[in-house]
């Protein structure tokens, strides 16, 4: 399944606090144009802090879905960048790729006109970017 058309769907690289800070800013300003839900596909790798990249957007998220990094054994695991979201307050599932978390998403109450932002590693950005070029070839 695929997203809505009415959704735009965003792919950064903010994998730390202080990116997340700027991710959460950004968003907020977009909103302040055009108030639309965002959800969040996160996944990051263990040697960042799930808590200090959450925080930040927990202000800004509608609801998020943890994924693992594909293809990466030190990634986090989605149980527990959930189980934050969760703690934070924010509406979270775990899915096992960015396959199943869209086909998820697609399906979400309050998923039209939505923001969808793909976030959380540098490496998971990187996989996505190839993923894609692999779809269109």
């Not at 769907?9 to 800013?25: M, V």
């Not at 527990?80 to 979400?108: H, R």
């Not at 959380?120 to 996505?128: E, H, L, W």
Request: include cysteine; charge should be negative; charged fraction near 20%.
């Amino acid at each position: 399944q695929t997203l809505p058309e009415s959704c735009e769907l965003w792919l950064d690289s903010a994998h730390n606090a202080d990116a997340s800070k700027a991710l959460a800013t950004a968003i907020e300003h977009w909103d302040q144009q055009e108030r639309r839900n965002t959800f969040y596909v996160v996944a990051m790798m263990r040697t960042k802090d799930i808590a200090g990249f959450i925080e930040p957007i927990k202000r800004v998220a509608f609801q998020l879905v943890a994924v693992p990094v594909p293809d990466e054994d030190t990634s986090h695991k989605p149980a527990n960048i959930n189980k934050v979201s969760l703690d934070m307050g924010i509406p979270a599932y775990e899915k096992q790729d960015i396959f199943t978390a869209i086909s998820f998403l697609s399906n979400c109450q309050g998923i039209e006109k939505a923001r969808v932002v793909i976030c959380g590693s540098i490496y998971f950005c990187g996989a996505i970017l190839k993923l894609n070029q692999e779809l269109i070839n």
